[in-house]
């Protein structure tokens, strides 16, 4: 008995102790450099977008991880959600891997036959079929789009998958990205 008191006034004292520690807002140099690159374009939105199509791309070890700017570009351009081109890439040949030699067509357009001369062109002849073809036809959503673009019932909720990665990807910049965890 003499013990377990002895442990409990041992254990009240060290409480009793403890002081809190206090971090410092630093950052590494990377981290700055970065949240420069971030603030300075003042284009944070279309930053995080990229920097997020990138590391998705990157970890399914994709031909397009060098076409984020491309995809950006398009969407911009065609007034389209940022994730929807490589989500429907993501899903017709897992991001380029599974596409016909030198075809450059990651999203099966016209079934996957069409022959594109680049990434790029592929996203961009894709991306203004989509607003020219689909959305300004009334198909706004991926439930609207999906009937037309596919033959399958499920399109549309595996595309959603992919878009929901990216934005998982976006929301997890954002965070590391915060400005109030670089110190100026």
């Known amino acids: 008995m003499k ?12 409480f009793l102790l403890i002081r809190p520690v206090y971090g410092q807002k630093v950052a590494g140099n990377s981290a700055v450099i970065a949240y420069n690159i971030y603030t300075e374009n003042n284009q ?3 930053f995080l977008k990229r920097l997020a199509i990138r590391r998705v791309l990157e ?14 570009k398009t969407c911009r351009a065609y007034n389209l959600d940022c994730y929807l ?10 991001f380029g ?15 996957g036959y069409m022959i594109f001369s680049s990434w790029e062109k592929g996203i961009e002849t894709v991306g203004k079929g989509l607003r020219d073809g689909y959305l300004n036809k009334g198909a706004l959503s991926l439930d609207e789009i999906g009937p037309i673009y596919s033959e399958s019932p499920t399109w ?18 954002q965070l590391y990205l915060n400005q109030e965890s670089v110190e100026l």
């Open 3 to 14: 013990r377990i008191i002895t442990g409990i006034f041992i254990l009240i004292s060290l």
């Open 44 to 46: 944070s939105h279309f």
């Open 97 to 111: 891997r599974f596409i016909l030699p030198g075809s450059y067509n990651p999203f099966g357009w016209d079934r």
């Open 59 to 72: 970890r399914y070890n994709a031909p397009l991880v060098n076409e984020s700017e491309s995809f950006i």
């Open 156 to 173: 549309s909720q595996r595309v959603q998958y992919f878009m929901n990665e990216f934005n998982r990807e976006e929301a997890k910049l």
């Open 85 to 94: 081109l490589p989500s429907i890439a993501g899903l017709e040949s897992t």
